[in-house]
């Protein structure tokens, strides 16, 4: 079982956006989420993360190939469930393309 986080918009800087706005705050070592108390602390500290550092923690694409290809990767791991969290607020349209061409594939 593994829960992945992604982030996929049609357009790849919105989907980089969305993934920085959402989950700047995640990103950090046990080192550094282990001395923060406060969610003021988390938000002092994520003002140092760049859009991209969220790729480490988020796939992040306007592909939905690119989504299809990562996501095979970890069913090739032997994952027999992945639980797919899309870190943006707006469901509806990540739903959609993910139940017509992502999980389709994936399925298979």
């Known amino acids: 079982v593994f829960q992945v986080h992604l982030s996929w918009d049609p357009d790849e800087d919105t989907a ?8 700047r705050s995640n990103v950090f070592g046990t080192g550094l ?4 108390e406060l969610p003021s602390q988390f938000d002092e500290a994520a003002k140092f993360v760049a859009p991209g550092d969220v790729r480490g923690s988020v796939i992040v694409s306007s592909d ?9 990767e970890l069913a090739d791991l ?3 469930v992945l639980f797919l969290h ?7 349209a990540f739903i959609e393309a ?8 994936i399925a298979s």
């Open 16 to 23: 980089l956006a969305m993934a920085h706005d959402q989950w």
């Open 78 to 80: 032997g994952a027999d």
């Open 64 to 72: 939905l190939g690119y989504h299809i290809d990562r996501l095979g």
């Open 86 to 92: 899309h870190v943006g607020q707006e469901q509806e």
């Open 98 to 105: 993910f139940a017509e061409k992502v999980l389709p594939e």
């Open 33 to 36: 989420n282990w001395n923060l």
